[in-house]
């Protein structure tokens, strides 16, 4: 069954409340998973992750190769924005992650950006860092192992070298938040919270 969301821009009710989306993106292993289920957890929102979705239809259909964890990627994608429609239309703000890819990921999310208050959060930062944590997380073998981990290491490296993982091309607030410094988060987590709370209610 096809799940068709309206990306329908106009209000439906006079002076509709606020929305907020917020958008978490970056590399794999900058640290957005991490970021992105502590603000969800304390803006009580709903949390919609890519992988998470990934995960649970590997379970279904396997992952014997990359090539078969790209067309799952895309099965999940397809899941995440009918869920993310069906969450605005209901009047419901969310916490969305992912690694989002400029270029490419702004023509899915544009309708949804329309439609809600919403902020970008970019996580990135050392390059080195994010790829050794990468790697680390691969050989630990922390993820379902339909990811390909060490087989996605070098795809990992050439889009870091490129740019796919910078903020993504909208017209929204938009933060970048160094995960890979000394400390937690630069600018810390109290500014990311004050960020999101002007940013979501301009």
């Known amino acids: 069954m096809r799940c068709h969301v309206s990306t329908d821009v106009e209000p439906r009710v006079p002076n509709p409340p606020l929305i907020p989306l917020i958008i978490v993106t970056g590399a794999p ?7 992105a289920r502590r603000l969800a957890g304390d803006l009580r929102l709903p949390l ?41 239309n209901a009047g419901c703000g969310l916490v969305l992650e992912s690694n989002f890819y400029v270029g490419f990921s702004e023509t899915a999310l544009a309708p949804f950006v ?10 990135g930062g050392d390059p080195e860092v994010i790829s050794q944590r990468y790697r680390e997380r691969a050989e630990r073998g922390e993820r379902n192992p339909g990811h390909h981990d060490h087989a996605a290491l070098p795809r990992l490296r050439d889009g ?16 970048r938040v160094d995960t890979t410094g000394a400390t937690e988060y630069e600018p810390g987590y109290d500014e990311i919270l004050r960020f999101i709370g002007e940013g979501i209610s301009r």
């Open 29 to 35: 292993g900058s640290g957005k998973s991490t970021l």
């Open 48 to 88: 919609l992750m890519k992988d998470e979705l990934k995960e649970a239809l590997y379970d279904v259909f396997g992952s014997p190769d990359p090539a078969a964890s790209r067309q799952v990627a895309q099965g999940a994608y397809t899941v995440l924005w009918c869920v993310v429609g069906r969450l605005l």
């Open 114 to 123: 329309a439609r809600a208050s919403t902020v970008q959060l970019q996580c």
């Open 160 to 175: 870091l070298a490129n740019g796919s993982f910078e903020p993504l091309a909208l017209d929204i607030p938009t933060l």
